[in-house]
């Protein structure tokens, strides 16, 4: 080997060995043990917390003409939804204080293109 390539092996070694990340210990926090996990950066953190925002939507009914009764939390409260098709956008139908629990759809057929007429249970 020449010296030029000892020296750029070396080189390499040392870079490779600057940007390995520093071995983690053992941390016990209750009943959570970390074993080897290292940190997480302000960053990772930042990320997580698009993944950890979510809003579910719950079943409810059918109504006559095939769309959809859902519930919906906005500021901690269940407000009742209906979606015309699949895919489709949510139409708020409450706007209550009191949270949703349940509902049912009672529309009959000559009212189809109307808005359901919907029993709500607090």
Same mark, same amino acid.
């Given at each position: 080997?020449?010296?030029?390539?000892?020296?750029?092996?070396? &080189? *390499? *070694?040392? &870079?490779?060995?600057?940007?390995?990340?520093?071995?983690?210990?053992?941390?016990?926090?209750?009943? *959570?043990?970390?074993?080897?996990?290292?940190?997480?950066?302000?960053?990772?953190?930042?990320?997580?917390?698009?993944? *950890?925002?979510?809003?579910?939507?719950?079943?409810?009914?059918?109504?006559?003409?095939?769309?959809?009764?859902?519930?919906?939390?906005? &500021?901690?409260?269940?407000?009742?939804?209906?979606?015309?098709? &699949?895919?489709?956008?949510?139409?708020?139908?409450?706007?209550?204080?009191?949270?949703?629990?349940?509902?049912?759809?009672?529309?009959?057929?000559?009212?189809?293109?109307?808005?359901?007429?919907?029993?709500?249970?607090?």
């Amino acid at each position: 080997m020449t010296r030029l390539s000892i020296a750029a092996l070396a &080189a *390499l *070694l040392c &870079a490779g060995a600057a940007q390995a990340p520093a071995p983690t210990g053992r941390v016990e926090a209750g009943s *959570l043990i970390y074993d080897g996990i290292p940190a997480a950066s302000a960053t990772d953190a930042i990320q997580l917390g698009r993944w *950890l925002e979510s809003r579910s939507a719950s079943f409810l009914d059918w109504q006559a003409d095939g769309s959809l009764i859902i519930t919906t939390r906005f &500021a901690n409260v269940a407000q009742l939804h209906r979606v015309r098709a &699949a895919l489709g956008m949510r139409e708020q139908l409450t706007w209550s204080a009191e949270p949703i629990t349940a509902s049912w759809a009672t529309t009959p057929e000559w009212e189809w293109n109307s808005l359901p007429s919907v029993s709500v249970s607090r």
